[in-house]
């Protein structure tokens, strides 16, 4: 069994070897990188991008849109879960699944 992997890593490497032996090189070229800072754009019509405006009026144009109402605080339903507490029987679960990894490993 270990021949067999030897005979074939020697002929992965072999070919390798081969293929960069006799790879054309005159397809290889270099590219210098540009000095100075480069801008980049997407490539869409120009009608479609979105105005840059400054951080005062992004924040003036959401309230005027949404209000200047804070959003509501999000509240988990924990009645589901074991002891009303879902996050106990999520660490419940990878408990279980941990241990049974380690007696099946």
């Not at 074939?8 to 800072?37: C, N, R, Y």
Request: proline fraction near 5%; aromatic fraction near 12%.
């Amino acid at each position: 069994m270990v021949q067999i992997r030897l005979a074939t890593l020697a002929l992965l490497f072999l070919s390798v070897l081969s293929f960069h032996i006799t790879m054309p090189k005159e397809d290889i070229i270099f590219i210098p990188a540009q000095e100075g800072p480069i801008k980049i754009s997407a490539y869409t019509s120009a009608d479609s991008l979105p105005a840059v405006v400054s951080l005062e009026e992004a924040d003036r144009l959401y309230n005027e849109r949404y209000g200047s109402q804070p959003l509501e605080e999000y509240e988990i339903d924990h009645s589901q879960c074991w002891f009303n507490d879902c996050d106990l029987e999520v660490s419940l679960w990878l408990a279980k699944y941990y241990l049974i990894e380690i007696f099946q490993g």
